[in-house]
């Protein structure tokens, strides 16, 4: 009867580990940003200007003074082609190009301009 007790925990125990080790968070060394897990482990080296949270696996990344987006395997997923860019949220994120904002997918496909 223990032992059905137990493994409820350890599955429980197991996906934590897994969920902790993949969350990323930046990390600031000599002046640059990049990610580590919490377990302070470097994921993506510093080589950002700034950086923000991942949601929706895309993250904001400034580079000199432009803003894209890369997920978390480090891979840029939208080119540093914005002066400001917010963070994803229900598969949309703002950001603005010369003066105009828009609204623009995971993608970085443009979807509305305002």
Same mark, same amino acid.
Request: proline share 3%.
């Given at each position: ?27 600031? +060394?000599?002046? %640059? #940003? $990049? !990610?580590? *897990?919490? &377990?302070?482990? @470097? =994921?993506?080296?510093?080589? /950002? ?13 400034? +580079?000199?003074? %432009? #803003? $894209? !987006?890369? *997920?978390? &395997?480090?891979? @840029? =997923?939208?080119?540093?082609? /914005? ?21 623009? *997918? ?9």
């Amino acid at each position: 009867m223990k032992k059905k007790r137990l493994f409820p925990v350890f599955i429980f125990l197991s996906l934590t580990t897994i969920v902790l080790s993949q969350t990323l968070i930046p990390y600031y +060394k000599n002046g %640059k #940003y $990049g !990610y580590c *897990n919490l &377990k302070k482990e @470097i =994921v993506i080296k510093p080589q /950002y200007d700034g950086c923000g949270f991942f949601n929706e696996d895309r993250a904001w990344f400034k +580079k000199g003074n %432009k #803003y $894209g !987006y890369l *997920n978390s &395997k480090g891979n @840029i =997923v939208v080119a540093a082609d /914005y002066s400001s860019a917010s963070n994803f949220s229900y598969g949309m994120s703002i950001v603005v190009q010369k003066d105009l904002h828009y609204a623009i *997918n995971i993608q970085g496909r443009k979807l509305n301009k305002f």
